[in-house]
């Protein structure tokens, strides 16, 4: 399946985009982290959830949706 | 009273919701980006009590975004200055100022004395510790986090709701994200975004609306794109946090102890040869483990139990999270034992490590 992955924060700024649509054959979490991390090694190194339709998921969960997001949490007050 | 008669008439707050609001405590942390609009506002709207802590001076590049300041109170501390400002705003209030550090040691006895916690400040050690005093002594968390363009705002530990911990289990490495005097930050985005804070304050207070619990709301100013992501308790975190109750006023210690505690994997510390295992928990603590090779000396005696130590070996210290065995190694330090380790994550590691050993056999 094709999925759209939004990046915040500074993540926008390892990948050099805020979002982008990758063609993607696994199923769980961790999969998907393999592919980032093998195509932005730089995102290894950063801190950040994932949601998927709206909804924070552990690395143990299935992709059922088509819309991921990378969420990093924000230091500045 | 005329200062309050736009809300008075609102028929959602009333004299009584405005009452209720002239009866509430609340304090910021921090008196920043963020702090400047959550202060000026809440200020405004009449909350009885309103405390301030922040140890930082007024700096020009400051003036951009926190809104509170002028050149007049350059080099004055934020706590001071915000105060001066806000009586002037509101006479009718008491506004108290905490010039100092939140620490692990007056964190607590700070927070009794408020009904919600706003936190406005910029850095993590800091975010991190504003959470767990709010989970420990029970108190609504209105959290922000800001960066460049972008915001987060939530409601935490409200109505057994979620903590940050829940949002972000893990607390970043000091310097591993950056923050806005590092990076740079848009002066009217902490503006929206802690008015955002000061909405949810109020509503908290007059129990009206939908309070932002369970989720986090997400801000882009560059293109208004707003988006909410829900977030669930995780009874675990929260009670990570619950077990560092009684050892919490000491924590400062640990940070700044001079030499550092050694952290270790439960990888490592199974490759090492020559160890002794010590169980630093309370007892009948789950998952209990009762093996010929481990130690069980809870945190609270170790003091007394010094001679327990196997001087010739490497004491790996464990506890639920990693928290409590790191104010053992701590102690152990202090008598001048430095062979131990403290291990990183705990207890569930050392059982599995443990239950596997036996089933090799």
């Known amino acids: 399946m094709i999925l759209s992955i939004k990046y915040f924060g500074l993540l926008a700024e390892v990948t050099g985009c805020s979002e982008e649509k990758i063609k ?28 998927q339709n709206n909804e924070l998921i552990t690395n143990e969960t299935k992709i059922t949706a088509t819309e991921i997001a990378l969420l990093p949490p924000f230091a500045g007050g | 009273m005329n200062r309050y008669s736009r809300h008075i008439i609102l028929t959602e707050i009333g004299q009584e919701g405005q009452d209720k609001l002239s009866n509430s405590k609340v304090l910021v942390i921090g008196a920043g ?10 200020t405004a709207a009449g909350i009885g009590t309103i405390g301030i802590i922040d140890f930082d ?28 400002r806000l009586e002037d705003l509101n006479n009718t209030i008491l506004i108290k100022a905490y010039p100092e ?10 927070f009794q004395d408020y ?33 460049k363009f972008e915001g987060q705002v939530s409601v935490f ?12 289990p893990k607390q970043p490495e000091t310097g591993s994200i950056p923050n806005c005097s590092e990076i740079g930050v848009l002066g009217v985005l902490p503006g929206i975004i802690g008015t955002l804070q000061a909405n949810e304050v109020i509503k908290l207070i007059l129990g009206i609306g939908e309070v932002l619990s369970g989720k986090v709301l997400y801000y882009d100013s560059l293109n208004h794109q707003i988006s909410f992501i829900k977030v669930n308790r995780s009874e675990k975190e929260i009670q990570k946090v619950m077990d560092i109750k009684t050892v919490f006023k000491a924590l400062d210690q640990e940070i700044n102890c001079e030499t550092p505690i050694r952290i270790i994997s439960i990888k490592d510390a199974i490759n090492k040869k020559n160890i002794q295992w010590i169980d630093v928990r309370d007892t009948n603590v789950n998952p209990e483990i009762n093996h010929s090779e481990v ?3 809870p945190l609270k005696d170790l003091k007394q139990n010094l001679n327990k130590i196997e001087l010739g070996k490497e004491q790996i210290l464990f506890c639920q999270a990693g928290i409590k065995s790191k104010k053992a190694a701590s102690i152990l330090q202090n008598h001048k034992i430095h062979s ?18 036996n089933y090799d056999r």
């Open chain 2, 101 to 110: 550090k939140l620490t692990h040691k007056n964190a607590l006895s700070i």
């Open chain 2, 157 to 168: 530990n409200y109505k057994k709701g979620p903590s940050y911990r829940c949002l972000f």
């Open chain 2, 115 to 147: 009904d919600i916690i706003v936190d406005g400040s910029d850095n993590f050690s800091t975010r991190y510790l504003v959470n767990d005093a709010s989970v420990i002594t029970n108190k609504p968390l209105v959290y922000a986090g800001i960066y």
């Open chain 2, 295 to 297: 130690f069980q000396i």
């Open chain 2, 340 to 357: 131990s380790f403290s291990l990183k994550n705990g207890a569930f590691e050392v059982m599995e490590y443990f239950n596997n050993k």
């Open chain 2, 33 to 42: 980006g963020l702090g400047c609009p959550v202060l000026q506002y809440l």
């Open chain 2, 57 to 84: 001076i007024v700096s020009e590049s400051n003036l951009q975004r926190q809104v509170l300041y002028g050149a007049s109170t350059l080099g004055i501390n934020k706590a001071i200055a915000a105060k001066a």
């Open chain 1, 24 to 51: 993607f054959s696994g199923k769980s979490i961790s999969e998907l982290k393999t592919i980032l991390f093998q195509k932005y090694e730089m995102l290894k190194n950063k801190d950040f959830q994932i949601v």
